[in-house]
């Protein structure tokens, strides 16, 4: 029954908040259960009404459908990432239940999350695989979520591309966690699996050299820069939020190679820090982000080797600070 029990450090610091400022709340009641995620799995079965039919709890064991696994085991994966690397209960910090469905639509060459939940299509076989294939994309997606519910960066332009970089930050990092990679070791792709045999590329983006992922006939080539003088000025894709995302991404590459270990460790956290601080605005730039993150890893490390490396990485890729 001891284990059960609050250990001995706990019960004094119980005791301590208690008397000192009488924040007994503060701490999880004696025994209580560590947190854990709560997913839930559904099947559209091609169709587009979300979110389909129940076909995985949290808990119960695998079952044949290996795409069902895939996103169940990715949406764990995320939230030990979360938990352990920087003690967030979830995307809103109190437990939220994760929901994703898988099979939707008739291939269906993406996947979104909508706001409440996850969602991944099949690909059509020819372009793209099911996109339940790289965790990195799981964690993406996922990864909206936890923007939506911190700093809340509007979709579009500058705000709408660090968006889409801060979830391929923790896409990449909770692949690079999965296979315990340090930042050497870690490939820096995005969706790596996902294109079609057929297809002239390795994956979606790159974070080590953005405009390399692709070159191929049907889908064109990979359109991201990886500085701030090859930065697109565009209408489509919300303001290209998928294409000038790559200079973030680059910066956030830079600044943990040149750290070295484990990426999630030091730069990873001073993105999340930067990203659930609330120093940055729902219309953040390029420009305020990164001074974000220069304030962000000030008080998280102080000005040291964190810091040197950022602000190189932010000077590298054009961003002033
Ligand atoms: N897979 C894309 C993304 O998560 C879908 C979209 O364009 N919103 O960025
Ligand atoms: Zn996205």
Not at 25 to 41: K, S, Y
Not at 115 to 138: A, N, R, T
Not at 200 to 206: E, H, K
Not at 233 to 259: E, K, M, Y
Request: net charge negative; with cysteine.
């Amino acid at each position: 029954a001891r284990r059960t029990l609050e250990s001995d450090a706990a019960q004094r610091t119980r005791r301590r908040l208690t008397t000192v400022i009488g924040a007994a709340a503060a701490l999880p009641p004696a025994g209580a259960a560590a947190d854990r995620p709560q997913r839930t799995i559904h099947d559209c079965g091609h169709g587009t009404v979300l979110p389909g039919e129940k076909v995985r709890g949290e808990g119960d064991d695998p079952g044949k459908d290996a795409t069902v696994n895939r996103v169940y085991a990715g949406l764990g994966a995320t939230f030990e990432l979360l938990l352990s690397a920087y003690g967030r209960n979830s995307l809103d910090g109190e437990g939220l239940p994760l929901s994703a469905s898988v099979h939707y639509d008739e291939n269906y060459g993406n996947a979104f999350w909508d706001g409440e939940q996850m969602v991944f299509g099949d690909g059509d076989g020819e372009i793209f695989l099911d996109f339940s294939l790289p965790v990195d994309v799981i964690a993406h997606e996922l990864a909206h979520g936890l923007t939506q519910y911190t700093a809340n960066l509007s979709y579009f332009g500058q705000p709408g591309a660090l968006n889409e970089s801060m979830s391929d930050v923790m896409g990449s990092l909770v692949k690079q966690y999965t296979l315990d990679q340090t930042a050497d070791q870690a490939d820096w792709l995005i969706g790596a699996g996902l294109l079609a045999p057929r297809v002239t590329g390795v994956a979606l983006r790159s974070m080590k050299e953005p405009g390399t992922a692709y070159d191929d006939d049907v889908l064109g080539k990979d359109p991201q820069p990886a500085t701030m003088d090859q930065y697109v000025r565009t209408g489509r894709d919300n303001g290209g939020v998928h294409i000038n995302s790559g200079i973030p991404n680059h910066a956030f590459c830079l600044l943990a190679t040149q750290l070295g270990g484990k990426a999630w460790e030091r730069a990873g956290q001073i993105w999340f820090d930067t990203l659930t601080g609330g120093g940055l605005t729902v219309d953040a730039d390029f420009a305020s982000f990164a001074r974000a993150t220069v304030s962000a890893a000030t008080s998280r490390f102080g000005e040291g080797e964190e810091l040197d490396a950022l602000l190189k990485a932010w000077s590298q890729v054009g961003v002033p600070t």
